[in-house]
């Protein structure tokens, strides 16, 4: 079983940057899809970007070019770069990991077991 736990969160500028970094409890699995999810009040979960164990990245429209996911199986670590944010960007971020070869066409919407509690990012 893997425990997630968020952190980065916090308040920014419109226009500013923030790293947000997803710890995982245990060894990860020799092959998993990681993803970070936002949620915003009163607004449906939004996958934001996706990482898996080969280090192929995939991205949400909404956040290309402006985002960067990446990882560090060392520290059994995933990140999310933010930057240039903007109002909209603000919500609750999810990490969450599920076992598979890769990570695929329908990461955006496959089942996930892990999830970690949240981290809050507001932008002002």
């Known amino acids: 079983q893997v425990q997630l736990v968020e952190s980065g969160g916090g308040s920014v500028q419109t226009g500013g940057s923030l790293r947000l970094s997803c710890l995982a409890s245990?060894?990860?699995?020799?092959?998993?899809?990681m993803v970070w999810f936002r949620q915003a009040p009163g607004k449906e979960r939004e996958a934001v970007a996706a990482?898996?164990?080969?280090?192929?990245?995939t991205y949400a429209n909404s956040v290309k070019d402006r985002f960067t996911i990446s990882q560090d199986k060392a520290k059994r670590t995933m990140y999310l770069q933010m930057n240039s944010l903007k109002s909209e960007d603000e919500a609750m971020y999810y990490c969450?990991?599920?076992?598979?070869?890769?990570?695929?066409?329908?990461?955006?919407?496959?089942?996930?077991?892990?999830w970690g509690q949240g981290t809050q990012v507001t932008v002002s």
């Open positions: 990482i898996d164990s080969d280090d192929e990245k």
């Open positions: 245990n060894s990860l699995p020799n092959n998993y899809c």
């Open positions: 969450a990991i599920e076992r598979a070869t890769a990570c695929g066409k329908y990461w955006a919407t496959n089942p996930y077991g892990y």
